[in-house]
């Protein structure tokens, strides 16, 4: 390499650091002001010499950037008139000639250019592959000086090796003895990027002496403080949420390559080490060397996880058409029964009533809307019961499309069923408020509450415990406030709109806060056991328990049983799904379940003497 080795990297052409970041990026070798007013002086002649580079060059010129004065030698003196100038060329695809040819072909036409513009320009080619080749012979000094110069054209190259140049400096500061490698790879270094490409680089930190820490607490404590090391030389050097780091540890690493895994052989394949410390070049020669070839095992293991991926992505469909549109479409469907009067019927009955209220009686609702519904559950039930094993993307996305259009209409069905119910009055919303009420006092233990104890008892047993936000109390005195009002003739229209509107929103919040406590509830009821490689369920409801014998079998064995007043089970008979259904759409509020000590003995009976009770399963 020529005169100077120097070089430097930002993003856009007329990017520029002020001394200060300089110092911050490069520590003691400080970027002079004669070269920052040099700078200013030479610009019209530094595009002239950017454009006619470009212009012969093309696309193979990746950055042009004017460098600072060298290092005088001892008893030389610098020539401050000289203008240095660094010329990266890619070189990657070229195959008619020599490396060393094709240097010296490039420094005799780039300095035709120069000495036609200006005589005391003094431009240097570097291939890329031979700044490549000095990140591989453990030679940084060309990479400790890009964070030293001014960009005069840059396509991203500089930019990345500028930031990551500063990032590495300061994670090696921070972290020596534990940084084995650094390395950039990525797109970048593949000739795939584009300008909004990310700049990849991997860290990989030395953890085989750890002792204070486990292995895993070391790796998340110093990715942490690296990735905002990240942060931080993407502010100083102004190129911001391009630097995408991945911090590996050493024991992982190892393994990793071990087990083939083919992120790491495309990272040791194309990744420049930008510092290391014996590690990563090893591996990468005897990868090119062939030494490093995945084990039978690891390449059975890669085959088996297609079909593993492919099984995930059909069941993710499988659960879109079973529970995903499903519930999206029958809870506002049950909702709007309630916001009508009617309390929420099962899933199977939801259709006929939302058809006799709605598209029969009030004439609100087109019968299609109904349609959409039924084929929602029978998908549903079709999954469940086996009688359909998978569901298409093609039926997912009519599935999709058909629950969009319901929930429109439904919403548009929730504004007509207010309107009807404006014209009941406040004595109606104050009598559905206190119903509401007293089930949420219910599920809390208060079985019996006067209508003047309402406001006092839910304060004391909802809000105080913080179970409610305090705004719904305020909400719920305000209705009370307003039925009295109502009551002696002083509430205008506008007053009884508002109160309506009011309570409209403090019911419907009530009723979410009650289906998610009954969900909750009804879970505690569940006693869930796996007996040899199968999964079963015991539910207790009250007077009745029901077994689910193998919960992952298509067409599920269900029997019930009496739960005697010991704990234990007895008459055990068969049943079915729809009465498992119908028992639970009965519950208002679920059991408060004890379990004794004879229903283990019970469970052995039922399972089998391996049966195992499972917790937080």
């Known amino acids: 390499m020529a005169k100077n080795q120097n070089s430097f990297s930002k993003k856009k052409d007329n990017n520029q650091n002020s001394k200060k970041e ?65 010329v990266l060329v890619d070189d990657r695809d070229s195959k008619k000639m020599a490396k060393a040819e094709l240097k010296n072909r490039l420094n005799s036409i780039i300095d035709n250019i120069a000495v036609g513009i200006d005589k005391n320009m003094l431009p240097e080619a ?52 534990y940084i084995v490698s650094y390395v950039l790879a990525g797109s970048l270094v593949q000739g795939r990027a584009t300008p909004k490409s990310d700049i990849d680089v991997f860290v990989v930190i030395d953890d085989t002496d750890v002792k204070k820490m486990t292995r895993a607490e070391l790796k998340d404590k110093l990715r942490a403080i690296i990735i905002g090391m990240g942060i931080e030389a993407g502010e100083i050097t102004g190129i911001k949420n391009k630097l995408n780091i991945q911090v590996y540890i050493l ?51 890669f085959m088996a996880s297609g079909e593993q991926i492919l099984k995930r992505v059909q069941f993710k469909l499988n659960e879109i058409g079973m529970e995903d549109t499903f519930w999206a479409i029958l809870t506002p469907s049950q909702a709007a029964l309630m916001l009508y009067g009617v309390p929420p019927p099962t899933p199977k009955e939801t259709p006929e009533v939302m058809r006799e209220i709605f598209v029969k009686k009030e004439k609100l609702l087109e019968e299609k809307y109904v349609q959409i519904l039924e084929r929602n559950i029978k ?106 009002d109502y009551d002696a003739g002083k509430l205008t229209k506008h007053e009884i709109e508002k109160v309506k509107k009011e309570s409209r929103f403090f019911i419907k919040v009530m009723v979410e806060h009650l289906q998610r406590k009954r969900g909750r509830e009804l879970e505690r009821t569940r006693i869930r056991v796996k007996h040899g490689d199968r999964f079963g369920e015991v539910l207790l409801l009250d007077k009745t328990a029901f077994i689910i014998h193998d919960i992952d079998h298509e067409e599920k064995e ?60």
């Not at 001014?150 to 190259?157: C, F, Q, T, V």
């Not at 690493?253 to 194309?270: H, M, Q, S, Y």
């Not at 019996?448 to 105080?464: G, M, P, Q, R, T």
């Open 22 to 86: 300089i110092e911050a990026l490069a520590g003691p070798v400080a970027m002079p002001t004669e070269m920052e007013k040099k700078l200013k002086e030479m610009q019209s002649k530094l595009d002239k010499f950017k454009k006619q580079v470009l212009a012969k060059f093309d696309t193979y010129i990746m950055g042009i950037t004017l460098l600072p004065p060298p290092k005088p030698k001892e008893g030389e003196k610098i020539d401050k008139n000289k203008i240095h100038i660094l």
């Open 379 to 484: 998908v549903r039930k079709d999954l469940e019961h086996g009688d359909k094993k998978d569901i298409t993307g093609k039926e997912v996305d009519k599935l999709l499309a058909d629950s969009t259009d319901y929930l429109k209409r439904i919403n548009k069905l929730f504004k007509q069923i207010e309107k009807i119910k404006e014209k009941e009055g406040v004595l109606h919303t104050y009598e559905t408020c206190l119903t509401v009420v007293r089930d949420v006092l219910k599920l809390e233990g208060v079985e019996k509450a006067h209508d003047d104890e309402l406001i006092k008892i839910f304060e004391a047993e909802v809000v105080s415990k913080g179970i409610i936000p305090d705004k719904y109390l305020r909400m719920f005195k305000d209705i009370v406030k307003a039925k009295k």
């Open 126 to 177: 570097v291939l890329l592959t031979e700044l490549w080749q000095s990140c591989f012979d453990a030679k940084y000094e060309l990479l400790n000086l890009i964070a030293m110069s001014a960009p005069i054209h840059d396509i991203g190259m500089l930019a990345a090796l500028k930031i990551a140049e500063v990032h590495k400096n300061m994670v090696i500061k921070k972290f020596e003895r």
């Open 251 to 301: 024991t992982d690493f190892w393994d990793f390559i071990k087990e083939a895994n083919p992120i790491i052989f495309t990272f040791l394949r194309d990744g420049i080490p930008l510092y290391d410390r014996g590690v990563f070049m090893p591996w990468k020669l005897l990868l090119k060397m062939g030494k490093i070839k995945p084990s039978p095992e690891a390449i059975d293991m």
């Open 558 to 617: 269900i029997s019930k049983a009496t739960i005697n007043p010991n704990g234990s089970l007895s008459k055990i008979t068969k049943s079915n799904l729809e009465e498992l259904e119908k028992s639970l759409s009965k519950i208002d509020i679920p059991p408060k379940v004890f379990i004794k000590e004879p229903i283990f003995e019970d469970l052995k009976k039922i399972f089998g003497k391996d049966v195992e009770v499972l917790i937080n399963y």
